[in-house]
């Protein structure tokens, strides 16, 4: 099956290895960050594909997603399987398997060496963390290993570049000579059975595949194969494990017991550790860390810096932003005459690159810390010092980390969810994220709470009703989680085990890949469609711009010297635009929550952005876009009346603008964070899910505060 | 004999058996949680839950809830 005739044949390699081992920099300088991700459907996974030349010879490398073992229980590692066994329809079969193994912790990692060597393939071990296996007083020889192994063992140190030269002639020198792995030693009757499962598979089985068969207890796999390769398994499955049963096997244990009893055979010559265990490193930073009160306020000293450190350092760089889009826009204004492509070019795609281009500073900054936190090891201490809070509500403890990025932002949040391994905890935290509070929303509830929460009221108060504004998120966030993960995310997840590696200093290299991919991606795949969102949204705002009775308000605004009949052509325009009939038109809907149509226009208007909802407040109660003093504009709030009728009573009391702020608080006004939803979770039934779902609780809680509160007044 | 769960912080032993024929004992087994071998139960959380365990010379964490399908004897 590997005579592939084709005249320029790339070398094609998998690779493949534990969480933690560093196989993801290894990718990383192996490619030198050329790689693009593989477009496999069905699955939540990105598989990385990368290529490198070596004296002349081109290698491809597909990055298979860090695992402690090929046993596929869901589509995602299914596809890891197929990928390694050449089984996926829209690759081939890898020519080898370059499996990388943490050296400091050898044994568990070869578990997973013991599953490629039944492959069919050769493999070429590549060891990592060799200066922690020998600081912790671990000798590996590993020409001895290498011998004892049959195959090629390197050690390399793939930040600091070492040992690269060598695994990569060592992969060339497959081409001519391939070295086959052992084979995991099994008793003769499940080699026997075994075998007869092999025999059914045809051309597609190996020693591995008839093995997974016989040993995986769920029958997901077996299903699996026999819809794609239209095989009839389960019946020889079962005889073959009735058989085993019989002989007094345990099938469940069998696999492990034999695999580690023969890892331990093949290393335990080629190893040796020291007598006695001396207290390491990372054991007496553990007490520390890890400690019932000193490991919480580490903990929350930690939280505490990282968040100071994404507001306060986003901050002027998210202004400076600001004021070059703001440069840009007069410099355009300044060469292009005044018409549609100016305010398309000025107010609709600079306002949507920029748009875009503000998330960045968030994005890098949050990342930075995060995978710096990842990379030296708190990030595990971090998710089991919050495992048991998480589990309360459905989740791990490595969703804390990602909802509590979410209260800067969402999108970062999002993107934050990746560490977390069960599918379906990922998701629901991806689905409750834009729950929490994020700063965007911050201008809503400070512009609201100075209107009509403040005058009157004791100098405490202000600050409680923001407070319970962030409430309302970090309330609601894990009821919702609670919720989907009872109802439409149930099932029985992976057990949550998680290794909690040794400390190490956090490599420049990967931090850095990890903040050049985070923002590559965003900006490549969520970017494109938030700044489409917001040609769209400056669109429906523009047009029509000639009234029914022909008046062309562009060009009256042009032509008129005086700012108050300005603001108030631009308001009219504005109300008979698209998106002003719109919001005219579902006056009904939103009356019951106490707005008219004005609210109406401006929340329809910020549902791309929210951030853009204090514009276009001043646009249609008549300050013009720019309207400079914020002051201005809530005292017009405090003054409006219904439809702007003097006879009309007050639009605002408490209860409405308590209204307007929770449905900002649940509402996901964030075209942004649906776009990162439908990157990272490949579908757009996600983003449409999260987008009703949110839109229709904001609803009913701001329908609830309006008419309760109503009763009070 | 007692499980994983039931057994004071600090205490040394020997994995015994685990219980089940599930993918969760199988999950535990493949990260080396397999009878015969030593075992110490380093720390547990705050909250008293998950724990932390030295096993096959790396530490993991693991919950209460599996660390009841690990039964041990303590040496």
Redesign the interface.
Known sequence: MHEITAPLKSFRIALLGNPNTGKTTLFNVLTGLNHRVGNYPGVTVEIKKGSFVHQSNAIEILDIPGT??L?P?SPDELLSVELVLGLNPLEKVPDALLVIADAS?L??NL?LATQAFETGLPVILALSMVDLATASGVKIDFKALSEKLGIPVIAIHASKRKGLDELKNAIVSLQTEKRMPPVPVFSQDVISNRAKILGLLGDKGSLFLAGRLL?E??GFLAQQLERKLSLSLTPAILESREALKSLGI????I???SR?AWIREMVQPCVSKPESKVTGF?DRV?RIL?H?VF??FFFFLIMFSMFTGLFVLAKPLMEWIGEAKNLVGQGLESVLPDGMLRSLLVDGLLEGVGGVVVFLPQIVILFGFLSVLEDCGYM?RA???M???M?KCGLS?KSFIPLLSSVACAVPGVLATRVIEDKRDRLATILVAPLMSCSARLPVYVLFIGAFLTEGYGWWFPGLVLFLMYGIGFVTAPLAAMLFKSTILKG?G????????VYKTPSFSVVFARIYEASFSFLKRAGTLIAATMVLIWAVLYFPYVSSTGENYPERIAATENKEQQDALLLEWKKNSYLGRAGRSIEPMVKPLGWDWRIGVATLASFPAREVVVGTLSIVFGLGKDAQDEQQLLEILQKARWNDDPDQPLLFNVPSALSLMVFFALCCQCGSTLMVIRQETGTWFWPAFTFIYMTGLAYIAALLTFQVGMLFL | MPTLDQVPIGCKGIISSIKGEDATAQRLMEMGVIEGEPFELVASAPMGDPLEIKVQGYRLSIRKSEAALVFVQVS
Do not use: C, I, Q
Request: aromatic share 14%; net charge neutral; hydrophobic share 40%.
């Open positions: 402690y073992s046993a229980r912790n044994e568990r578990y040993f207890t769920d345990n099938l469940v244990s696999e492990a017991k580690y990372t553990d890890t019932k490991g919480m595990a998710a089991f010092l495992d048991r809070v589990a403890g029985k992976a057990p949550f085990l998680m290794e909690l590696p």
